[in-house]
């Protein structure tokens, strides 16, 4: 019986947690597996200790290798695991190798499955996310989206509307329960940063893995920090990369290893401007009304850019784009995101809940 998460990844974490604190608060029984896709204690146990997460039940300790190896080891650790824990429902976050092998998993087995962060299309097939999120969704009892966009593509298709809960944004609950702990001012001091200063993130195969596009992203954020400094916490996939191109010699550049979630966000926070390929950065953003330049040609979060201060663009866009943000007057904060207002945990812990009473 019960509620079974399964998260292995940075973004994973920041998803979960506000669904088990608000699961907790009504007392359901709950399981958490993590599988062990994320192992550094940048990436992962700081998160648990920030965030309030309960120690994992399970630690699968998977790690990394290629898409077969690492989905297949995935496969069969959570088969074992699943088996022997039974489950009512399996609840599986965002579109990561993790989630897509729990879900395969749940599938074979016949448990019900819920995904949170459903109907994200990018429209890119070569992003491994977005094979992840259309396998996920054809597969799943209970759909969690959080934009109406989301709801939209799931319609399209086929998935059965009944099914779709459309419940805001749960990465979006965590980040205003920790709102008050964010101190932008001590997490730039502790840094050497100026006043004004950007935050850069990026770890997209798309601009990392390929050492063209390494080169090309690492001219353009020279090119930017020329005017700008910038601290750039860089995920371990983008670092050989990016030092390979450059980027750690240029003046106004801060190369950080990855930080933990409140002394990011505080850097977030009190920054001019961000520029990034992540998904859950383009949402934060967007709630802390702080410009955000994303370095790619897709998003999958559209509303963002509707609703929030993103703005999609090319490497050699770059500087010049930075360069408005920075002259331009703000902009009056457009109305965020709907129901991206700190409730989506308990709204989601309200339907998990329903379900497991109407399926005893
Ligand atoms: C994964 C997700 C991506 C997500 C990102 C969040 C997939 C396909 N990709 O990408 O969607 O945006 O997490 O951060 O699931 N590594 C370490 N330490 C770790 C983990 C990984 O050094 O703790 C290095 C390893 O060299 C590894 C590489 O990073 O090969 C990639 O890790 P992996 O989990 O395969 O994908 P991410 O790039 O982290
Ligand atoms: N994050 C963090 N420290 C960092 C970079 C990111 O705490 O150095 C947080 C931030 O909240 C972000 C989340 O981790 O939204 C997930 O980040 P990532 O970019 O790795 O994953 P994506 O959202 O692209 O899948």
Not at 287 to 311: A, D, S
Request: aromatic share 4%.
């Amino acid at each position: 019986g019960g509620v079974l998460h399964v998260v292995g990844t940075r973004p994973n974490f920041v998803k979960a947690a506000p669904v088990i604190a608000a699961l907790r608060t009504v007392g359901c029984e709950q399981v958490l597996v993590h599988t062990g896709q994320h192992y550094d204690a940048r990436l992962s146990d700081v998160f648990f200790r920030q965030l309030d997460l309960p120690e994992p039940d399970t630690h699968l300790g998977v790690g990394s290798g290629s898409h077969a190896r690492q989905t297949a080891d995935l496969l069969v650790a959570l088969e074992t695991e699943l088996t022997a824990r039974a489950p009512a429902l399996t609840v599986v976050y965002g579109d990561v190798n993790s989630t897509l092998a729990a879900a395969l998993v749940a599938a074979k087995l016949g448990i019900p499955l819920a995904h949170v962060e459903a109907g994200l299309r990018s429209f890119d097939m070569a992003m491994p996310e977005e094979v992840n999120r259309r396998l996920v969704d054809q597969l799943a009892e209970l759909l969690f989206a959080t934009s109406p966009e989301a709801v939209g593509h799931l319609a399209r298709e086929g998935v059965d509307p009944g099914r779709v809960h459309f419940v805001g944004n749960p990465m979006i609950d965590t980040l205003l329960t920790h709102l008050d702990r964010l101190d932008p001012a001590a997490a730039r001091a502790a840094h050497g940063l100026p006043e004004r200063y950007g935050v850069v993130t990026l770890h997209r195969p798309a601009n990392v893995d390929d050492p063209e596009a390494a080169r090309a992203a690492a001219r353009a954020l020279t090119e930017a920090a020329a005017h700008l400094d910038l601290a750039v916490p860089l995920h371990p996939r983008g670092v050989t990369a990016l030092r390979t191109a450059g980027l750690a010699d240029a003046p106004g550049v801060h190369l950080l290893e990855p930080l933990g979630y409140l002394e990011f966000m505080s850097l977030v926070r009190g920054a001019a401007a961000v520029v990034t390929d992540s998904g859950g950065v383009q949402e934060e953003t967007t709630v802390l009304g702080v410009p955000c330049l994303t370095l790619r040609t897709t998003t999958e979060r559209p509303i963002t850019v509707t609703h929030g201060t993103n703005r999609l663009v090319r490497p050699e866009e770059l500087a010049p784009a930075l360069h408005k943000v920075l002259v331009g007057a703000a902009s009056t904060p457009a109305e965020g995101p709907p129901l991206w207002d700190g409730k989506s945990g308990p709204r989601i812990a309200r339907v998990l809940t329903h379900w497991l009473e109407s399926h005893d």
